[in-house]
């Protein structure tokens, strides 16, 4: 991946208000992979008397994480947006841990693009969450009639 | 076991569910982080999305975050699931919800798995949100939750969940 393309994706994670709110943090991204982590805050705590991160952040998580992989496809799409999400939880989040999600844009066609990602905690054995979705791809007007989703 | 008399008075009846949603929902920060508000009318809930800066995905639309529509719509559901337990055991008298506070939260269900569609974009306003529970069994739960904005027919997104009941560990 070229250094405009590289910056075109970190960009699409800091220009992202709610990502930003987020506390989130683009790790790695190259080739419609990209890795995204999350601090652990107790203002995301979704069942206080574990203080177990609420679902909504781990999907908000892996949402931005997914759209940063799909930035960052070889065919270079300029704009994407979620047709639909999937999450599993596996286990609940090991409170105090800091959340990393992993997505892989596994194919695109001209106009949508198909995801998996994982999220983890520090224990690296068995994820947090999986998900997997389908997102649009918006082409420049150089790749050949492209269009939205 | 004692049974409330027949007809109370409104804000005897007011004050009891009005203390109920705000054990189910006040003590959750990620609820308040998003600024979530609970509107109820009898028993039927709509949650509500003030729009904020904060929510934004795409800053040159602008639009909505899907990761922010996707925790309002699982919110939306875990309270409605919550507080569909919490009814019936607060109506017969049996749980008094001015127990409930810090110290003694209601058990929330757990998610097992969410699915998000995503319709149209989420536009910078308000948002609101209506879940119904399909399936309630003693082990799992099936919801969906309808989002939308200006025309409650315009829905701007739904999803569907499966919860495991609160009270047990197996996941």
Redesign the interface.
């Known amino acids: 991946m070229n250094d405009s393309k590289r910056t075109a994706a970190e960009q699409f994670v800091s ?8 506390g989130m943090v683009l790790e790695d991204i190259a080739d419609g992979v990209a890795v995204i982590s999350m601090p652990y805050d ?8 574990t203080r177990v ?5 781990v ?6 994480c997914s ?1 940063a992989a799909v930035m960052s496809h070889p065919t270079g799409p300029i704009g994407t ?12 989040a090991r409170p105090g841990d800091r959340i990393t999600a992993r997505a892989e844009c596994y194919h695109v066609t001209r106009a949508v693009a198909f995801i998996r990602a994982t999220a983890h905690d520090m224990d690296m054995t068995i994820p947090v969450a999986t998900a997997s979705g389908a997102f649009t791809i918006e082409r420049g007007p150089d790749a050949s009639k492209g269009g939205r989703g | 076991m004692t049974r409330p008399p027949k007809v109370e008075p409104v804000q005897i009846v007011k004050q009891r569910r009005d203390a109920a949603l705000r054990a189910i929902a006040h ?8 600024g979530i508000q609970i509107d109820r009318r009898g028993d039927e809930l709509t949650a509500v999305l003030p729009f904020d ?7 040159f639309l602008p ?1 909505l ?4 529509t ?3 719509l ?2 939306t559901a875990i309270i409605e699931l919550s507080w569909a337990l919490i009814w019936e055991e607060m109506e017969s008298g049996r749980l008094d919800p001015r127990s409930l506070g ?1 110290e003694h ?1 209601p ?2 269900p ?9 319709l149209r ?1 989420g536009l910078p306003r308000d948002a609101y949100a209506r879940a119904r529970v399909n399936r309630s069994g003693r082990r799992y739960a099936s919801v969906h939750v309808e989002a939308w904005q200006d025309n409650r027919s315009r829905l701007f997104a739904q999803g569907t969940g499966h919860f495991m009941m609160p009270g047990r560990t197996d ?1």
């Open positions: 220009a992202i208000p709610h990502s930003k709110a987020l107790e203002r995301f705590i979704g069942d206080p008397q991160i609420h679902g909504g952040a999907s908000a998580l892996l949402d931005t759209g947006a979620t047709i639909d999400l999937r999450i599993d939880y596996l286990r609940p | 003590g959750v920060p990620y609820i308040q982080f998003l800066d904060k929510l934004i995905g795409n800053p639009a975050h899907g990761g922010a996707a925790a309002f699982e919110v810090p939260l058990r929330l757990r998610t097992i798995d969410f699915t998000v569609d995503y974009t996941g």
